[in-house]
């Protein structure tokens, strides 16, 4: 299969903002994208749950725009590990999962993101592996071996073990192994770059360990971010169920991203959807409901398809207007004939000045029983029951 090396294309990819860092360097890792050589790239994650999110669904967005360059891409389940349980950013220790939650989390996985990476390629498709092939097979022998390779002052750096000790929280021995076996399995699958987020840094350096020691081989690390609230540093949460979940039908998936704050709005431009950057600032400039109203639609799109995407925002608008209008107790006005929009916005008190009005029409920012008017020159004639929304919180019925 044809490597594509195109420099324009691979910055796009590394400069939207989803990738927050690359080691050893990005310069190094963009020498071998250039090169034309056929990767090994892949993302592992524990299922102790069922429960993904956005934060999750933006790793394999970028995991499959990389397999559309051409590389060969894993997506690596921690059947075993996640019987372990992983330590990262807990101040106590994680709960151990039975083989058969482990196996019915990895359904439920599988199903939510098949949407966002072409499983169906005949050339190329992303493969899913399961650490337990590997690992179960390791005697004690090997993981003494592999323990050798690491001291207890690496391992009690990690900060939530530095955390524990503080508090006197206990950490137990098994909690130790668990970034050994995780970083055996970059050894098992013989990558060249593992995709992995803030907090598993530590993890995927122990298997960059193990490649230079083991492989003799250099393994790239691709940090991506974490999707937190900007104001309040919230993460969104898998074990907790939080965020807006991939599970979610169109309806719920489009409200739940509604109801999001409006500081999360530009998070999700960059992460969850392809709108080119060039695109943001116009945009964000619609104000926060008509910028998240547009992000909605593309990421329930992408999930779902532009039909049930549309549907999904008509019925939100519906929703929205029949609760906002009854909620504010705005009257209704009569009006004796047709109306230019932009003259009728005005006559209502709803724009300082027909510039204004005219501004707030040609920006997308005017609905009309939940349909977006941009003509400046559309005509509004009594109708009973009409609804015009302009902009997040005025509303007016057309009598």
Known sequence: MKIITDKNLIDRIFNRGIVVDVIPTKE??????????????????????????????????LLEELRQLGHEVFILFGDLTAQIGDPANRSDTRPQLS???VKENVKGWISQIKPLMDFDNKENPPRILFNSEWLSKLSLKDVIFLAAHFTVQQMIE??????????????????????????????????DIELCG??????????????KRLKNKDKFIIVVNLMANPKTGELMSKSKG??????????????????????????????????????KDKIMALGPRIAKARVAFEIV????????????????????????????????????????LVEFIFSQGLA???????RLVLA???DIDGKTRKDPKFVVAPSSGQVLKVGKKKFVRVL
């Open 301 to 340: 799109k992408k999930f779902y398809g532009e039909e049930k995407a549309k549907l999904a925002e008509q019925e939100f608008v519906k929703r929205f207007s029949e609760k906002s209008i009854k909620d504010s107790g705005v009257p209704g006005v009569r009006i004796k004939g047709n109306t230019v």
């Open 352 to 358: 300082k000045s027909k510039a204004e009005a005219r």
């Open 158 to 191: 990690r900060d939530m073990f530095e955390k524990r000790l503080e508090s006197n929280i206990p950490i137990y021995l098994h909690e130790f192994l668990y970034p050994l076996m995780q970083g055996y399995d970059s050894v098992a699958i013989d990558v």
């Open 99 to 101: 083989e058969k939650q």
């Open 242 to 279: 939080t965020g807006v979940l991939l599970s979610s039908p169109p309806n719920e998936m489009f409200g739940a991203i509604m109801a999001q704050p409006d500081e999360m709005i530009e998070l999700f431009f960059i992460n969850n959807t392809r709108i080119p950057l060039v695109e």
């Open 364 to 366: 997308g920012a005017i």
């Open 198 to 211: 803030t907090d598993q840094i530590f993890n995927a350096l122990a298997g960059r360990t193990l490649m």
């Open 28 to 61: 190094e890792l963009f020498s071998r994208l250039l090169s034309g050589e056929r990767l090994k790239i892949y993302i592992g994650a524990d299922p102790t749950s069922s429960a993904l999110h956005l934060s999750h669904a933006k790793n394999y967005m």
